[in-house]
Structures are given as C-alpha cells and as structure tokens.
C-alpha cells in the first residue's frame, strides 16, 4: 500500500476520535483579543467533565500554585486562554487514545510517557529561548509521535511489520519504517492534525521532528520539537546524555549550544516537571 493510500484509507475511518466542539469554538476566540472571559467560561462549561479536568489541573503538581482555585474564571486568569484550549487539546488526545491500543507490546503508557517528557522538554526550550509559546510547545511535544498510535491501532499490518522489524534488528521505530513502509508515522500523524484543524506550526512539528526543515514556515516551532524529541530519546539510551552531535542538524547543534551550556545538567532540572506531568495527565480517572 503506498502513501496515498493510506491517507485516504485514514480520511475514511469514521471512528478514529475527534477533539472536542469546544476546542474549535476556543480556536476562534484565541483570534480575537476582545474576547471576554465570560464567553470563554460559558463556553467550557458547556462541558462539565472538560472543566472539572481543568480545575484539577490547574490544582495540580504540574502547574504548583500555592492556593486553591476552585473556580474555572481564576483558572482561566492564572492559566491564560492558550494554556486552557492546549490543556483540552492534551486531555482529550491522552483520554481518547489511552485504552483503544492493545498490539504486540507495544505499550501505551510508557508511549505517552516519553510524548509528555518530550512535551515539558520542549516546553522548557521555549522558556529558554523565548521565541515560541511554551504552551504550544507542550502540545507539539506531547501530539509529535501520535501517528505511531494512529498505525498501532487502525494500520495493524504496518505497524507489525515495523515493530517486528525494529526489534530483530535493533533499529529505532523510524529507521524501521524507512526500511520496509512507503510512509511513516510523522506523515500520518500531521495528516490527522491537518483534519483536526490544528495550526500549522503544530502540524509541521509532527511532520518534520526527525527530519529538520530549516525553511520551513515554523521552522522555530519545530527546532523545538525536533531537539526535545532527540535530547529524550538519547536519554533513554544513554543516561548520562551524551549526545551524538553527529546525529543532529547543524543549525539544531548551534541552537542548542547558545542556550545550554551542560544539556545533562539542564534535563536533570526537569525530572520534577516531567514525574508532575505524569501524575496529572496519566492518572487512570482522567
């Protein structure tokens, strides 16, 4: 089956999951500054389990505020309207896909565990680098491998084919798919984002986090993504996070040197961040 296929065998399954009506009506008051806090709240609370999720989070380790919020305005004030539709965008994929995939051993939660690591990192690079939003950040780290999810659970022929591969040869998920698939998981999962109506930036981040793009259109947004995704995965290989540069785009390589000067000793500061992230978003009543 090539490419082509596989795309328009994917825009024909009804029921792979889709985000919620509010995400979209919140879509179009982000673009607006003069939209007021009331619109947004009645808007979420129209969805009582959406805004008892972002109630508890933002009651949660990951965010560490000091007193209670038990109301979703202050939620909305402390958080911001962005953190509020990417922490829907976030609950919502987690929930949606957390118990629809049971193939080989491939493991869901230890799946969304290194998507969120990869979240809080790029989070933290944004931080550091001041040129993106973090909260998108998170959310392009946490969506960037969802096509693996989308193969496991509706391309089961493909996605044996790589997982048996990558295991008798031990190779990555990507270089196995590069080896015996006409497409691959970053193909798929920015084709779904694309149906999701999700901005651009996030659909080129999952398109393109192992292949860096430096003339692309967001290519800030994606150097993001792109260098948590590799500073993760080198760290479950290595822990002591010696990085092969070598594997690495040049211009990524400069990026990250401007910032860092110990890359190991920064990703060290995040193990809070990342376990918080675990506690909230993987909780089994979420």
Aim: hydrophobic share 40%; net charge negative; with cysteine.
């Amino acid at each position: 089956m090539d490419e082509q296929q596989i795309l328009k065998q994917l825009d024909r399954i009804k029921e792979i999951p889709t985000l919620p009506t509010i995400v979209f009506e919140l879509n179009k008051y982000l673009q607006d500054p003069d939209t007021s806090i009331k619109t947004v709240c009645d808007t979420i609370e129209k969805d009582q389990a959406i805004t008892l999720k972002i109630l508890k989070l933002v009651n949660s380790a990951f965010y560490g505020f000091k007193s209670k919020i038990s109301d979703l305005r202050n939620a909305i004030v402390l958080l911001g309207y962005n953190a509020v539709r990417n922490a829907i965008v976030s609950l919502s994929v987690i929930s949606s896909f957390s118990n629809r995939v049971a193939l080989m051993d491939f493991n869901i939660t230890q799946f969304w565990k290194h998507s969120l690591a990869v979240a809080v990192t790029s989070k933290n690079i944004a931080q550091l680098s001041k040129k993106e939003s973090p909260d998108n950040c998170f959310v392009g780290g946490l969506l960037h491998d969802i096509g693996k999810v989308i193969m496991a659970q509706y391309f089961h022929d493909l996605f044996e084919t790589v997982w048996t591969t990558l295991q008798n040869e031990h190779i990555s998920f990507y270089e196995a798919e590069q080896k015996k698939l006409s497409t691959d998981h970053t193909r798929i999962g920015s084709h779904l984002a694309s149906k999701w109506q999700l901005p651009g930036g996030l659909v080129d981040a999952i398109r393109w986090h192992h292949e860096f793009q430096p003339e692309s259109k967001h290519a800030n947004f994606v150097r993001n993504i792109y260098l948590a995704n590799f500073i993760v995965n080198s760290y479950d290989y290595d822990q002591e996070l010696r990085l092969d540069l070598s594997k690495m785009h040049p211009e990524v390589v400069k990026f990250m040197m401007d910032m860092m000067e110990d890359v190991g000793d920064w990703y060290a500061g995040l193990t809070g961040e990342i376990e918080a992230a675990y506690g909230f978003f993987l909780e089994s009543d979420l």
